[in-house]
């Protein structure tokens, strides 16, 4: 007896003190008056949130450091994030599985790859159906209630609730830019149709486009491994496509996984051409983030596809007016095949962008307070200009914004998660207000781009599709048939009559099923 009774003290007195390492109250004790009455006050220090978001280079925000303490100033929550390298999306996701697997989730992050579906299903991510209104009530004002109808008919739990919360584009942030000082160069004007664009890349690829005197490093255009961030070239034949994904849209009267269309067969068999004259990189296919990044901002593409936000497209401009300082940029216009429909894949419902994970009520509405503070229009301009000292200096009383200077910045893990023309034009207002004069010729060609952009895109049926949709199928969810077929065709190792075999594969291993449930979930959604 005395042996447990020992045990059972000891085991309390464990106890006891772990409450009180976790901050858990003590009951209030009478002392004498050199030791009064005292109560464990709940602690007042500063809340920080854990952000896990794309980092395509930048220094991470640490505990401390000016962005955690300019988001701190503006809404009383410190906000950090540990290094987390993007490399389209590959070492992202990785380490966020590491993460997962872990049990060891950040306060807020950008899900991939579909994993809000499975964490939902586990109840590892907040339900923020009741508490968004409440404490975030911008980000649920601000973003369409047809978006809402998608967010909730992902709900893997079949309930309407809402897991995520979603990058929206309002205006298109997608499309092609085109060195147009390689075109004044080789003298030609831009291209309107196919053949226009073809002789285009014939002259970046024989003659002198980038004014050094030799042919040796011009590339007329590229994409990465996977045939990713090349969708210029299937658009032109009406395939829907999103960063190098085959996306869903209406072909033959009903909703199809445009990997498996006609349109991308002859995109495909086109691009195979393409590859074998040199005019698509021969690199394409061996290309990471980086290798494909660097061949833009050491001002070797004469044509891309990305995004027109400023953050990406300035530190892009701005990487290769430092080496080629008479460098100029224009939008690619619209252009089709004979026989097709071109146009820029449109996506309102962008992708998810942030989840929070399921711990206490405090920290989840502590996230979603740092939320509303960075889509509140009325916080518009203080976002822009970020911290002083980082994203912008203060000369004369008037605030400069800075160049983007990713070895030197750190990163805003928040962002707006709705890209409208108003946030468009109010920030080319500000940029044009407020910038050095040395950077005005980059914000003339951001200023052509992002309105250019505007013209040649198409919302696609298949906007807002849910991951559920291919839950049995990760193949088929993560595209790998289609890029095995699709590589192996384009650099010339299989004949484009392979292309029928990979159609048949997709339809036996799941593409049935899948394409079944999608088009369950699009009548479900468009009657909405």
Known sequence: MKKKALILILVLGLLSNLLVGCGGKTEKTDSTDDNKSTEKEASTETPYIEVWTSNAGFLAPEKGGPVCEWIKENTGIGVYSPYVPWEGGNAYIQKLNTAIASREL??????????????????????????????????????????????????PNGEGKIYYIPKVDIYN?????????????????????????????????????????????????????????????????????????????IYEGELTYSGVTKNMRAAIEWMRELYAEKLLDNDTFLNAYSDWQAKITSGQLGMWYHLAGVSS?????????????????????????????GFVTHQLHNRPEYVIANKDEETIINCLKVLEWFNNPDNYETVVYGPEGVRHEVKDGKKIILPVDKANMELIPISGVVKDLDAIEKNIAMQRENIDESRAKMMDAFERVAYGFQENNKTIAGDGLPSLVFEGYPDIKSHTLYQE????????????KKFDEFVELWYNRGGTEVTKKAREWYSKVSSN
């Open 106 to 155: 950040p306060d807020m992050f950008l899900p991939w790859k579909g994993v809000e579906t499975t964490l939902a299903k586990q109840g590892a991510i907040a339900d923020l159906t009741d508490l968004l209104p409440k404490y975030a009530p911008s980000v649920w004002e601000r973003i369409p209630e047809e978006v809402w109808n998608i967010v909730k008919a992902a709900d």
């Open 173 to 249: 942030s997608y499309g092609t830019f085109v060195r147009q000082d390689w075109l004044d160069r080789v003298g030609l004007d831009m291209p309107q149709t196919q053949d226009e664009l073809v002789k285009m890349l014939e002259a970046f690829r024989d003659q002198d486009a980038d004014g050094d005197g030799n042919t040796d490093n011009e590339v007329p255009t590229s994409g990465r491994e996977f045939g990713r961030w090349m969708d210029q070239l299937y658009g032109i034949y009406g395939v829907a496509m999103w960063e190098g994904y085959p996306m869903w849209d």
């Open 313 to 341: 497209a300035s530190s892009r401009f701005d990487a290769i007016l430092q080496i080629q300082p008479d460098a100029d940029f224009n939008p690619l216009p619209n252009i089709s095949a004979e026989g097709y429909e």
């Open 485 to 496: 077929y699709m590589t192996k065709i384009i650099i010339g190792e299989w004949p484009i």
